[in-house]
């Protein structure tokens, strides 16, 4: 297969893992309007803040596995294509950001990218989830992590000299960024939703 036909066939794939929401399949289930509270978003952040830490963190495991999933499948399914999983992780971090059935508006991304970056470099990975316990644990903040992972591992490849798969996560990370806007302007302010809060369920939709 030729690398005109295959590319768009991993993007597609990625993209369509991605669109995969089980926070918003939850949320259904139980009643529970996740455009009505907390940050809005039908993702990882939001299903811990609206329904819990033991949903946060199976809705947490999905988006992480999916990640994984669109990175290690189309590694397996396009093996002649070099950059086969960057650009699969890419499609599946916009995929749950723009889900076509949810008229684009999907989650924020961050746990679908840390599913491609455990993916694509698995020691980096390690370091840098610890790195972003620490942060948040430090600051009570998932904003601190989400910003740490989409700066650090695109900067990781490009000194590294991965140059196009830098390119392509910047495009991932770039979005990531721009949907967390609300959220980094909140932490100016002081009005940002802490882990601690969300987790012992203060801002739990009931």
Do not use: Q
Request: hydrophobic share 55%.
């Amino acid at each position: 297969m030729s690398l005109t036909v295959a590319y768009p066939l991993i993007a597609l794939i990625g993209y369509l893992l991605g669109s995969l929401n089980l926070a918003a399949l939850i949320a259904k289930l139980k009643g529970v309007d996740l455009r009505a509270g907390g940050s809005g978003n039908p993702g990882t952040s939001n299903a811990l803040t609206l329904m819990g830490w033991k949903v946060g963190v199976l809705v947490g495991a999905h988006d992480i596995g999916k990640g994984v999933l669109a990175v290690c499948l189309c590694r397996l399914l396009f093996p002649a294509a070099p950059y086969a999983g960057v650009l699969a992780g890419v499609a599946c971090v916009l995929g749950h950001i723009y889900p076509f059935y949810m008229g684009f508006r999907g989650g924020k991304g961050f746990a679908a990218y840390l599913g491609m970056t455990l993916a694509l470099n698995w020691r980096f990975a390690l370091g840098l989830l610890l790195a972003i316990v620490l942060l948040v644990l430090i600051t009570d903040y998932i904003v601190v992590g989400t910003m740490t992972t989409v700066i650090s591992f695109p900067a990781f490849c490009a000194v590294t000299h991965h140059y196009a798969v830098a390119l392509l996560l910047c495009v991932a990370s770039a979005v990531i960024i721009y949907k967390h806007r609300v959220n980094l302007v909140r932490i100016a302010n002081g009005t940002e939703i802490k882990v601690l809060a969300s987790a012992k369920g203060k801002y739990r939709v009931r």
